[in-house]
């Protein structure tokens, strides 16, 4: 995987700004672009995974510091998002909105993914979440209009959003893909 393929979404300024992020800074940078990604961004996580940093540590902790750090950073993203879901499930006119749509977006949410998370609950977002190069956006806010737990969701958004770094880096390390960064 390079930063130019056909397939990979340009966020502009900042993707390059993440894909650039060096130091203890970059951090902060990849924290504010994994939050974004849960709630706003509609591309991919796995971007962080090129942040070249420079830390001054091992490249196996640099590689599980910048996991740690996204995925804290989706899993606040993703209660911003489920506090906009749980206000969007209260509002009648909203959902009717949605409904009424030129694409039902509550028809097909409740489709394929909402149907993870109703049989699996919080595993089936985390799994959800680990597929690669995949938006998370529409995910969280599916699983946001149906649960109501702050926590569990931030705890299965995290666990996901590292999970899917991990598929990620498997991916890479098989040969099915390949990384700058890594």
Do not use: N
């Not at 995925?71 to 009648?92: D, P, R, T, W, Y």
């Not at 909402?114 to 049989?119: D, F, I, T």
């Not at 991990?166 to 040969?175: A, D, K, S």
């Amino acid at each position: 995987m390079t930063t130019d393929p056909t397939w990979w979404p340009e966020f502009g300024w900042l993707t390059r700004l993440v894909e650039t992020a060096t130091g203890w800074t970059g951090l902060g940078i990849i924290f504010v672009y994994s939050f974004l990604i849960a709630f706003a961004l509609p591309g991919v996580s796995e971007v962080v995974l090129l942040a070249p940093l420079d830390l001054g540590i091992p490249g196996w902790a640099k590689i599980s510091l910048i996991m740690v750090v996204s995925g804290l950073g989706k899993a606040m993203g993703s209660v911003f998002a489920f506090h906009i879901g749980q206000e969007a499930k209260e509002s009648g006119p909203v959902i009717r909105w949605l409904r009424d749509s030129r694409f039902d977006v509550v028809e097909w949410s409740e489709s394929a993914t909402v149907q993870l998370a109703r049989r699996y609950g919080y595993a089936g977002l985390a799994l959800a979440l680990c597929v690669p190069f995949f938006p998370d956006t529409l995910s969280i806010y599916a699983f946001a209009v149906l649960e109501r737990d702050y926590l569990r969701f931030a705890f299965a958004t995290f666990v996901g959003s590292v999970g899917r770094l991990i598929v990620t880096i498997g991916l890479v390390r098989l040969g099915t893909i390949t990384l700058a960064a890594v």
